[in-house]
């Protein structure tokens, strides 16, 4: 029945589902992962560890993770057609581009593609997991015109990533300050992204169909395009030389300031402290701490003029940025974590599914005769 005192545009406060996956805790501001505090996921485990937690339900022991770690490093590298058409593609197309289409063809040569049992679901999630970051850097590379770096089966997510794209190993603590930022990035609840994902999965479609929905949700500038965006501002802003009147002026233009602002938190998002402390440390280590003390100034008068505080694809954005990673592969980064999100929203859809279907307010012509085409 439709009751249209309900509704809200945006579907803001309304409640659209269950989920025993993740709870944002707006009164004490943290982020709940299957009952552990993200944060808590930050300092004492690793990306894999919570990309195994959101596919299983609990965290891994370690004959488990030992498992799940070689599947991954086994399922690093993408069929040969895969490859042929991330050469093919035009060097102007942006990476979340390349990664929507490769993550939908994947589901070309997946041997479990139209098996939609939690253990078939898995599977296929934990073959995206490990292939995301070799299409992204693959992509990136070619478009660049560098041949691409083979997968490295003795590195983690995080520093195969890196490795990948830069063709030598990374550095420690660029490993842990990429691991922080997947860990950040995995799940965040009913974003427009894995709502988009159940969306597609209560038709009862397959998990390559939802996640390649979500990733073009995620896409958009409002949601995960937001860490791309708000690096061009940063870079913008130095170039202005006053960061306080930058954003002064584009307020007065009534402008969005990329990187602020969350439809949940209002007093800032849990997960900034740990991005913040990440991007400290890497500044320490190139030495150059403006990029900090910019994003500081910016956000000082955000708070001071508007009381919206930064979400974490702002300290993502500069901290990524300080580690020499192209800008056009912030967001594809996100993907590969948000996979393991998107995967777990899937796997819950289908055990509980209902077709999702909400009502409309219909705002369009009372019915009418339809004209004879020489009367139009
Ligand atoms: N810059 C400037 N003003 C902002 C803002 C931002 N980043 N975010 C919100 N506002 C303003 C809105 O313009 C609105 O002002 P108004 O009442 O004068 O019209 C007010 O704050 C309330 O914002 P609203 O748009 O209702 O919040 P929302 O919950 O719908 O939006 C976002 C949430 C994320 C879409 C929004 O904050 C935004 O666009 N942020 C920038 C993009 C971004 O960083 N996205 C990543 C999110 S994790």
Not at 69 to 74: E, S
């Amino acid at each position: 029945m439709t009751d249209p005192t309900t509704y809200r545009p945006g579907l803001e406060g309304v409640v659209a589902g269950e989920s025993a996956i993740s709870r944002i805790d707006v009164e004490r501001n943290r982020l709940i992962i299957r009952g552990y505090d993200l944060v808590d996921l930050t300092t004492t485990a690793s990306f894999e560890e919570v990309a195994y937690l959101l596919l299983n339900g609990e965290l891994p022991n370690r004959a488990q993770l030992d498992a799940f770690l070689d599947t991954l490093r086994n399922e690093r590298s993408l069929p040969e057609p895969l490859m042929e058409y991330l050469r093919q593609a035009p060097d102007t197309v942006h990476p979340m581009s390349l990664l929507r289409t490769a993550v939908s063809a994947l589901s070309f040569w997946d041997p479990d593609a139209g098996d939609n049992s939690p253990e078939a679901n898995v599977a296929k999630a934990t073959r995206l997991l490990a292939k995301a970051p070799t299409i992204l850097t693959t992509g990136y590379r070619l478009s660049q015109g560098q041949e691409p770096v083979p997968p490295h089966a003795d590195l983690s997510a995080a520093g195969n990533l890196l490795y990948m794209l830069r063709g030598e190993e990374p550095a420690q603590h660029e490993q842990e300050a990429i691991n922080v930022s997947l860990i950040l990035y995995a799940e965040h609840g009913y974003n427009a992204s894995a709502f988009a994902a159940r969306v597609v999965t209560s038709t009862l479609s397959d998990l390559h169909s939802a996640v390649t929905a979500g990733i073009g949700a995620l896409s958009g500038p409002l949601h995960g395009g937001a860490n791309e965006q708000a690096m061009q501002m940063l870079l913008e802003v130095e170039q202005h030389g006053d960061a306080e009147g930058w954003v002064l002026e584009a307020l007065a233009l009534k402008k969005k300031i990329m990187g602020f602002g969350h439809r949940e938190y209002k007093a800032g998002d849990s997960r900034v402290p740990s991005m913040k402390a990440v991007a400290e440390e890497i500044a320490k280590a190139v030495d150059d701490h403006h990029w900090v003390d910019l994003a500081a100034r910016v956000e000082e008068t955000m708070i001071r003029e508007k009381g919206i505080h930064p979400n974490v694809d702002f300290p993502c954005s500069y901290t990524y940025y300080m580690m020499g990673i192209p800008i056009p592969l912030y967001t594809p980064i996100f993907v590969s974590s948000r996979i393991a999100g998107w995967s777990a929203h899937v796997i819950e859809q289908l055990a509980g599914n209902r077709l999702i279907r909400p009502a409309h307010i219909y705002t369009g012509q009372e019915p009418r005769p339809v004209p004879a085409i020489d009367e139009r």
